[in-house]
Each structure stands twice: as C-alpha cells, then as structure tokens.
C-alpha cells in the first residue's frame, strides 16, 4: 500500500499563495493518479485538483480553477499544489489521494490511499 505523506500547510493571508507537496512511498508512482481534496470544519470532503500519472491531464474543481496548479515530478515520487490569490474560503484540511489507475478522477471513492493531511489557513 502506497503512504502519502503531506507538508507546506500554513497560515497565510488572503490574496498570498502557498505551495503544497505529497511525497509518496512505492515504486508504482507514475502509474496512480494523483489528486488534492480539502474539508472545512462542518462541511464534507471536497474535491480540488487532480493529475494523470504521466502528468499530461489535469482537472479542477470550479472554484479554485485559475488559482491552482495541480503538478507532479515522478522522478521524485511529488505531487504538488500551488494555490495562488487564497481566499479564507480556502480554509481548510488539505489531503493527498493516489488511486490505482493512471486516469485523473474526481470522486473521492475512486482513490485508495490518503495522506493525513495538513492544515492550511488564510486570514482575511
């Protein structure tokens, strides 16, 4: 089983950026698709961004396309999130997923193994 293990969380103020990174064990990286979720205190967890295990397709979700950039480095078994012009609606638990299969997805059931998450905050 994959570990996924995340670091760059924070505080920061609204309108800065924040980079995040998923470092994963194995030797089968390039072959999972990669994919960033949030949850909000009260609220259900969410989808973010996603990427294929080559890198070359990536998906969004709508409120956070333009601001986000989803990227991987498979030499480096890294998955990244650069989060640009934060919002405090933002705010949030980020976690890492890796699913068995190379094709991005979006729904939260489809990923096997997740990171413990880290905590990023912005101030307004």
């Known amino acids: 089983q994959v570990q996924l293990v995340e670091s760059g969380g924070g505080l920061v103020q609204a309108g800065g950026s924040r980079r995040l990174s998923c470092v994963a064990s194995?030797?089968?990286?390039?072959?999972?698709?990669m994919g960033w979720f949030r949850q909000a205190p009260g609220k259900e967890r969410e989808f973010v961004a996603a990427?294929?295990?080559?890198?070359?397709?990536?998906r969004y979700a709508d409120s956070v396309n333009g601001r986000f950039t989803i990227s991987r480095d498979n030499a480096k078994n890294t998955v990244y999130l650069q989060m640009n012009s934060l919002k405090p609606e933002d705010t949030a638990v980020y976690y890492c997923?890796?699913?068995?299969?190379?094709?991005?997805?979006?729904?939260?059931?489809?990923?096997?193994?997740w990171g413990q998450g880290t905590q990023v905050t912005v101030s307004s």
């Open positions: 990427i294929s295990g080559s890198g070359s397709n990536t």
């Open positions: 194995g030797r089968t990286f390039s072959s999972r698709a």
């Open positions: 997923a890796a699913r068995p299969a190379g094709m991005e997805v979006t729904t939260t059931i489809l990923y096997s193994a």
